[in-house]
């Protein structure tokens, strides 16, 4: 991936599930035209989920995911299932593979992706091995599962387009969502960014959240000004007027809140994100969580990135010492990062995530659907900044 390419965790997801040996590795080297997976005909030869970012005429930049079988087996693929049924949770469209009349365990992993609203488009490959037993096989998923599945064989290259136009029918609603800022800015507004430039920044370059913000506000043709926390005055004395919207960085919420004029919006770069990439209302409601914790109470904070812990980290320093001198210092606080995040939330009486610009929408919310179903609240570093800053309620998203 480059700096010029759409970042994966912008594209639509299309994972390929199916049993060992069906072909799912196959099937990515027909659609992205590209011998992108190993293929073998010994079953198991995928391990981990292997993860291609393309460009697709009708489809757009997307991620093709190729998985392990789910009907893996022994230690070693008991594991491999795991990542696949994590693949799963990233997953914004599912290809499910056929090859045999035996449904059981395909039925099951089209009965979560359609619990979790998630498309599928049924597959019979090796159309050229299974000639004799086609349409007995539609017949089965057909009764079984609702879905007409498509006959492609991808050894031959036959019926792949008619997946692409399916994947196009298919398309989430809500894939194309709307931008980073939403309502907050119009074409013509002025905007200024509060970008304090502190350990965390990478040398020579601004954080991602930081980069996607801008681009968004220059396509929607707004005027864009920039300034470190120590320069807010100068830059808002430099300004003609007020500014439309401030976006700073949480970590320095309360400080601009203090100093912005009053006919100006607030919100950070982190709260933008929580609203982009997930559930923002239910972000919002659980930061009131807050106020019941104890020093017994246990706090997950799950990062996306799995970078060296950093000094002031806001994951793994600010946070926990602002939670801390609110609840108290026995305040129990597991810090996870990357996709290291519990299936089991019962023991948590909050999580908060970061900012999640590594993750895809599919991905953050299919965490926030976990927490609910479990009855734990889950909020955003934003939201939970701005929230014991004690200016939720005047901050916009």
């Known amino acids: 991936m480059s700096l010029t390419d759409t970042p994966r965790a912008n594209r639509l997801h299309i994972g390929l599930f199916g049993k060992r040996n069906s072909g799912k590795s196959s099937l990515v080297n027909a659609l992205t035209n590209q011998n992108i997976a190993l293929v073998s ?13 393309m460009e697709i005429y009708g489809i757009g930049p997307c991620v093709f995911i190729d998985t392990a079988g789910f009907d893996d087996s022994g230690d070693l693929g008991t594991m491999r299932v795991e990542k696949t049924k994590l693949a799963r949770e990233k997953t914004d469209i599912a290809l499910v593979l056929f090859s045999d009349v035996d449904l059981v365990e395909e039925l099951q992993w089209i009965a979560h992706f359609k619990h979790v609203k998630t498309p599928v488009v049924a597959i019979i490959n090796k159309a050229d091995i299974l000639a004799d037993r086609i349409d007995e096989l539609k017949k089965v998923i057909k009764k079984n599962s609702g879905l007409d599945p498509i006959v492609v064989s991808a050894k031959e290259k036959q019926g792949i387009a008619k997946i692409r136009e399916e994947i196009i029918r298919l398309l989430p609603e809500d894939y194309e969502i709307k931008s980073i800022t939403g309502d907050l800015a119009k074409t013509g507004d002025t905007v200024l960014l509060v970008m304090p430039q502190d350990i965390q920044a990478p040398k020579g370059r601004l954080i991602l959240p930081q980069v996607q913000t801008l681009r968004d506000l220059l396509d929607k043709k707004c005027l864009v000004m920039s300034a470190t926390t120590d320069k807010l005055d100068e830059a808002l004395a430099a300004m003609k007027n007020p500014p439309n919207l401030i976006i700073t960085d949480s970590q320095v919420f309360k400080t601009v809140y203090d100093k912005k004029p009053k006919e100006s919006k607030l919100t950070s770069f982190s709260v933008l994100f929580a ?41 793994r320093e600010k946070l926990p010492r602002l939670l801390r001198a609110k609840i108290g210092e026995k305040l129990n606080i597991t810090v996870v990062s990357g996709t290291d995040f519990p299936d089991d939330l019962s023991g948590y009486d909050l999580v908060i995530q970061c900012g999640a610009c590594m993750f895809n929408r599919k991905y953050v919310l299919s965490r926030a659907e976990k927490a609910r179903s479990q009855n734990v609240p889950m909020s955003n570093y934003g939201v939970v900044l701005a929230y014991l800053s004690g200016i939720l309620d005047k901050i916009d998203f």
């Open 275 to 315: 609203n982009y990439k997930g559930d923002i209302k239910f972000f919002t409601e659980s930061a009131k969580s807050i106020d019941s914790l104890t020093e017994a109470s246990h706090v997950l904070i799950a990062e996306a990135c799995t970078h060296a812990p950093l000094k002031e980290d806001i994951g």
């Open 41 to 53: 005909e010994v079953a198991g030869t995928t391990t981990d989920p292997v993860y291609k970012s």
